[in-house]
């Protein structure tokens, strides 16, 4: 089955046909840069410009940056405030004309490298960490997403985790890889001890330099780097439209 996949991420919008079978992407990658300011209306319009890139009609799959519940964008932390409370499913499908069905973009990641990535047959609980200017979570048990889980948010250390140990914590304090990794194991400590995950996928950004920074992570659980790389988000709103 073919379904279009969208991510839509802070500097850039991408779009792919994707096989929901197997997981394979169909053709190319399409990317055209997230308007500035990223309002509703503007991205909207984005979006459809994807969507006709590809003359294509049928479900979208849609991954977006913040908590969606029923469709409808519950905060802004990494997007235009305008977005809190609009109904994001509505919006993108009456902008273009097709049922598009949006999930949050580390859910999508996760639900695509759990089927066909680095938990790809994994049964148990995994835990999938995007980190990069925020850290965006996905949790999967037994196969089964449990949405909406923004564990980036959780206060650690006095403050957001992800202001303590995101891709960009690691600039802004001008950490060595060591050094971050550290940082960041105390964060994954915190999260085996609330959740007791099988597995931590680790993707975004840092996730490119995992040797540099493996060796001081204690936890129990499995730690590998995510596999999918930037089309995890792309596949995974495919199938979860495929699945809806």
């Known amino acids: 089955m073919q379904i279009l996949g969208i991510d839509i991420g802070g500097s850039g919008i991408k779009g792919a046909l994707v096989n929901t079978t197997d997981g394979t992407i169909i053709g190319k990658r399409h990317r055209i840069a997230t308007p500035q300011p990223a309002t509703?209306?503007?991205v909207a319009q984005t979006v459809n410009k994807i969507i006709k890139h590809f003359d294509y009609k049928g479900?979208?799959?849609?991954?977006?940056?913040?908590?969606?519940?029923?469709?409808?964008?519950k905060t802004a932390a990494n997007i235009d405030k305008t977005w809190v409370d609009i109904d994001v499913e509505k919006l993108l499908s009456e902008a273009s004309g097709q049922k598009v069905f949006v999930i949050n973009d580390a859910d999508a990641a996760g639900f695509g490298e759990l089927l066909f990535g680095a938990g790809n047959g994994h049964q148990g609980k995994v835990m999938l960490l995007t980190i990069g200017t925020g850290?965006?979570?996905?949790?999967?048990?037994?196969?089964?997403l449990l949405s909406s889980t923004e564990l980036g948010h959780l206060e650690f250390k006095g403050d957001s985790a992800e202001l303590y140990c995101s891709d960009a914590a690691r600039e802004r304090d001008e950490l060595s890889w060591e050094k971050w990794g550290k940082r960041f194991n105390k964060y994954l400590l915190y999260l085996e001890m609330l959740f007791s995950p099988d597995m931590f996928?680790?993707?975004g950004?840092?996730?490119?330099?995992f040797d540099k920074?493996?060796?001081?992570?204690?936890?129990?659980?499995?730690?590998?780097?995510?596999?999918?790389?930037?089309?995890?988000?792309?596949?995974?709103?495919?199938?979860?439209?495929?699945?809806?």
């Not at 479900?59 to 964008?73: D, N, R, T």
Request: with cysteine; net charge positive.
């Open 59 to 73: 479900p979208v799959g849609c991954g977006f940056p913040a908590l969606i519940q029923h469709g409808i964008a």
């Open 135 to 144: 850290i965006g979570s996905a949790i999967m048990n037994k196969g089964e």
């Open 213 to 244: 920074y493996s060796d001081q992570l204690t936890v129990n659980a499995k730690v590998v780097p995510a596999r999918l790389r930037n089309f995890a988000g792309i596949i995974g709103a495919a199938c979860y439209a495929a699945r809806n």
């Open 40 to 42: 509703p209306e503007a």
């Open 201 to 203: 996928i680790l993707g």
């Open 205 to 209: 950004g840092a996730s490119k330099k």
